[in-house]
Structure formats: C-alpha cells, structure tokens
C-alpha cells in the first residue's frame, strides 16, 4: 500500500519518459533517546543511532533483509538494486513502497524480473558492517567498468573536502555508531551526505540518490569513514566516480581492484595528513619547496 506521503517522480530524462516512479517517503528518526548512568551515578538522557530490519521485496520475491538507520530507506533500496545489478535501469522501476509497520520495503517493475534467481545463486559475504553481500557476476564485470580519466583532485580540494566533512552535522557527533559517506564535487562541496548503521548501506542510499537525479559521477568525489575494502571499490566504480577517498585503512583486495578499473584511492585522510595508493595521475600534489 502507498503511504500518505508517497512521492511521483517524473523520469523525463531516463530511457522511458512516459513512466512515473511511485515513491514513499517513509523515514524514520536516526536516533532514539535511552537513559544512560555516568560515571558518577548519575542518569544521562544519552541519544543512540536507531537500527531497524527492512526486508526488500523485487516483485514479490523476497531478496535481502537490511540494518538500517531508515533516514533514506527509499534512496538506500534504489541503490542496493542498483549496485548489485538487479535492475539495469531506473526507468524499469515501478514503485518503491517502504512500510514500517512491517518492516518492508516492495519494489514493483514494469516488465517483472527475470533471472533473479539465477544472480541471487551466486552471492559473496565481504567484509561489509553486517555482512555485505555481492550478488551474481559483480566481480567477473569489473573489466567492463570504464572510468572517465578527466577527473583530477588536487591537494588543496582534498583539504577543502575534508574540512567539511569535519565541520558536517552528523549523527555520529550526536551518538556514534554509525558510518558516513559523502558525494563531494570537483571543489569539495559537498552534495549529498548519508549515515548508516553499515557503511555499505550509506553508499548505497547515496547511489539512490544518484539514480534518481540522473547524476553523472564522473566530476565527482567520493567520501567514506569506512575502510576501503573490495565491496566500497567496486560500488564507487559502478557509479562512474574516479576518486574515492576515505580516513580509514584499506584491505589488499580494494588495493588490486582499485588499480584494475584505474580509480584513485586515498587513505587515512584526516586534517592534512593522507595516502595516496592508486590512481596518481588524477592528484596534483603541491611541491615540496
């Protein structure tokens, strides 16, 4: 059932115009206020990140369950399909229903999906907060991601990037716990910031966003608070950004696939501090006078 707040999205610029994407707007509050004793003994009305299963269902079938803040359930459904190639095309969307009450999220296609079954058959437990999973070919498509090479960062935009994802409202700030990810552009603003219990879940609801602003990510910047693992390169690459960079570490895998699809990927970037790994040709370093 369509809630009360349920949005038509008009998708003039995808591959069918004629087609509205049924849309709800169901978010729930990030956090919750629980009662916590100091130190001293004394009570401490203390905010904590909310988590919440949301049950994706694509036309009927049942398909993962997800942890959740539910600040952008919407957005973080359409970018998991997205990233897991269960839906080639926005436009191939009917509806996107998510129901608290029961905890689920409906996803309707025009045409029905077809070999479901067969992608969900092959899965990858990676190293995702909660277990990400990859679905189908993900690993065997990575020779025909194409990154644009026009891209460039240079160290003055990286401090700019950073400087404002520090001085960001962020959930974290309130009650920690929680990842975030940002899309910046070429000047280090940033455009959208999303938190999650799971940092792949943030990426995704930021891939969602993507989808349905038919946004190129080609001039743009990824930030992550997460380690830079297999399952974060790829998912940057699938959106078409050359430069994710993040201030935490990276596992060996991200580093080999990072250098694969040609992605610059920057670690441990905290104040002016960072490590550039793969992808020099897009970073401009300032000369050491």
Not at 2 to 25: E, G, N
Not at 163 to 172: A, P
Not at 208 to 235: C, H, N, P, Q
């Amino acid at each position: 059932m369509v809630s009360d707040h349920a949005l038509a999205f008009d998708l003039d610029q995808m591959t069918r115009p004629q087609l509205k994407l049924i849309l709800t707007a169901a978010t729930r509050s990030a956090t919750v206020t629980v009662d916590a004793i100091n130190e001293r003994g004394e009570t401490v009305p203390t905010p904590i990140a909310g988590e919440h299963p949301l049950t994706l269902y694509l036309d009927k079938r049942e398909i993962v369950t997800l942890m959740t803040l539910g600040a952008a359930p919407e957005a973080l459904v359409l970018g998991y399909l997205r990233n897991q190639r269960l839906v080639g095309d926005i436009a191939e969307i009917a509806a996107v229903q998510v129901d608290w009450e029961t905890d689920s999220a409906a996803v309707t296609t025009h045409a029905g999906s077809h070999d479901i079954d067969e992608q969900m058959s092959r899965r990858t437990v990676t190293t995702g907060c909660g277990q990400g999973t990859m679905f189908g070919d993900l690993m065997e498509n990575i020779d025909k991601i194409a990154l644009p090479d026009e891209g460039r960062l240079d160290e003055a935009t990286l401090g700019v990037l950073l400087d404002n994802v520090r001085r960001h409202e962020s959930i974290y700030k309130q009650a920690g716990a929680v990842h975030g990810c940002a899309l910046a552009g070429s000047d280090g603003e940033i455009l959208m910031f999303v938190e999650d219990v799971g940092r792949h879940n943030a990426v995704d609801a930021i891939a969602g966003k993507m989808w349905l602003e038919a946004m190129a990510g080609g001039d743009k910047i990824f930030y992550t608070t997460g380690r830079l693992t297999s399952e974060m390169v790829i998912k940057t690459a699938q959106m078409g950004i050359p430069i994710l960079v993040s201030r935490s570490g990276l596992t060996q895998m991200g580093h080999d696939i990072a250098q694969k699809v040609g992605l610059t990927m920057i670690g441990r970037a905290q104040g002016k501090h960072y490590l550039l790994f793969t992808g020099d040709k897009r970073f401009v370093r300032k000369p050491i006078p």
